[in-house]
């Protein structure tokens, strides 16, 4: 593997502080031509990509979870992958491989982002996650809500993961009770 493409990948962390500062143009069109590159199951391209800048819709997003989205308000900029349902039974699948195109390309422009699930989650007792995501932005009911990508110049830094720690032991030969020999 290219060392610099292994680097990026050890690189990349989920950020949840971001500066105050507009993410350019420019690198936002480079995010949704990566959101757009992914493979997809049988060609059926189900993935949708709402690009979010504008501040009182962040802040409302932020409320999309009971837990772990209060961050999104202080983004510049999310991204809500969906995809129809209709199209494909293989949406998820889909929407996550766009996702994780989207979060490399972003390290690599040096910017961070974090992945926040919202299929199968609660915003109240009463209503899930989708539901207000799809109620706050104007989703169609057959569209499949995965995630919302929340975008920004660091304000935190974290370590890069330490290849000697990856869960090598977890990676088999063959067999499932076969471990890959890695020496």
């Known amino acids: 593997m290219n060392q ?9 962390r989920s950020i949840r502080k971001f500066k105050d500062k507009k ?3 420019e690198k936002v069109k480079q995010l949704i031509q990566a959101a757009l590159l992914p493979p997809s199951s049988h060609g059926r ?16 997003l932020s409320k999309s979870k009971l837990h772990g989205s209060a961050f999104i308000a202080n983004a ?3 991204i809500i992958v969906i995809a129809d349902k209709m199209r494909s039974d293989a949406w998820v699948e889909d929407t996550s491989i766009a996702s994780t195109y989207i979060m490399l390309i972003a390290e690599w422009m ?3 982002c974090c ?3 919202t299929r199968e989650r609660k ?9 207000f995501i799809r109620e706050t932005l104007g989703i169609p009911d057959h569209f499949g809500v995965l995630a919302i990508l929340a975008l920004g110049y660091p304000d935190e830094t974290k370590s890069p993961v330490n290849i000697d720690n990856l869960l090598y032991d977890q990676v088999f030969y063959n067999r499932f009770d ?3 020999p890695m020496e």
Request: charged share 35%; with cysteine.
């Open 23 to 25: 993410i350019e143009t």
């Open 110 to 112: 040096g910017l961070g």
């Open 178 to 180: 076969e471990k890959y």
């Open 45 to 60: 391209y189900p993935c949708r990509h709402i690009i979010v800048d504008d501040k009182k819709l962040l802040l409302q």
């Open 115 to 117: 992945w926040i699930k």
């Open 4 to 12: 610099d493409i292994l680097n990026l990948f050890l690189k990349r």
């Open 123 to 131: 915003h109240s007792e009463s209503k899930s996650s989708e539901e």
């Open 76 to 78: 510049p900029l999310a």
